[in-house]
């Protein structure tokens, strides 16, 4: 039972637009939830967070919304740039407990 | 240079033999995690080390063995393995403190077993 869900593998995004990635989660005890950015043959890098007693957080041109009701959160990325190409993962996790699941991750590409 | 440090960072290996992973954190942190990530599957939780005590083993068969000598290093001992266990395994470090840590992780292990 995948309690992560990242239903989109892969999106294309021109460059300058705004790059949308979604996630659900069907864990109601979840709440802090994270984004890690990987490169090929690198390992994930921390991006952005959130936690639940929010609703968004931004961090530049990256900012996560979450809907607690519909248990989904999104980042958006705006505008993209082309090193934002990579795999994006999205992660929950509750508080105290160290262990975070993560989704299958969605391919981002940015076309020049 | 996430300043978690894996090696090998590819590993060819036959169903009989027995290797190890390795790696070493540079951040000060005291907990230590090995993750796997197969192809179209998230990315799974094997073990937790935190103070260089297992905290978690989330039901990884026993050919997966870690260790965990302090908190520096951590260790996966690799023996008669499966086709099925090729997959990049990832090593993260976190600081070890209630509530939500972030993880760091190192570029992986890239294992293929034949």
């Known amino acids: 039972d995948q309690q992560v869900k990242q239903n989109s593998p892969s999106l294309s995004v021109q460059e300058g637009r705004i790059s949308i990635l979604n996630c659900d989660y069907t864990?109601?005890?979840?709440?802090?939830f994270l984004w890690y950015k990987k490169y090929p043959a690198e390992g994930p890098t921390f991006l952005i967070s959130?936690?639940?007693?929010?609703d968004k957080n931004e961090d530049g041109r990256f900012t996560v919304f979450l809907n607690k009701s519909a248990k989904h959160l999104s980042l958006h990325i705006v505008p993209s740039q082309p090193g934002d190409s990579a795999v994006y993962f999205c992660?929950?996790?509750?508080?105290?407990?160290?262990?975070?699941?993560f989704g299958t991750g969605t391919r981002l590409t940015i076309i020049p | 240079e996430t300043g978690v440090t894996q090696t090998p960072r590819h590993l060819v290996m036959g169903m009989t033999n027995k290797k190890s992973l390795k790696c070493e954190q540079h951040?000060?942190?005291?907990?230590m995690y090995w993750y796997k990530q197969s192809a179209k599957k998230p990315l799974e939780l094997m073990f937790v080390?935190?103070?260089?005590?297992?905290?978690e083993n989330n039901s990884v068969p026993s050919r997966f063995s870690p260790e965990c000598p302090n908190s520096s290093h951590l260790f996966l001992h690799l023996h008669t393995l499966q086709p099925e266990d090729s997959a990049l395994y990832l090593c993260?470090?976190?600081?070890?403190?209630?509530?939500?840590?972030?993880?760091?992780f190192g570029s992986g292990t890239q294992l293929s077993v034949l």
């Open positions: 951040l000060g942190h005291n907990a």
């Open positions: 993260a470090s976190s600081q070890w403190i209630e509530g939500n840590e972030k993880l760091f």
């Open positions: 864990n109601s005890m979840f709440d802090y």
């Open positions: 992660a929950g996790s509750n508080f105290g407990n160290e262990k975070l699941t």
């Open positions: 959130i936690s639940s007693i929010k």
């Open positions: 080390y935190s103070l260089e005590e297992r905290v």
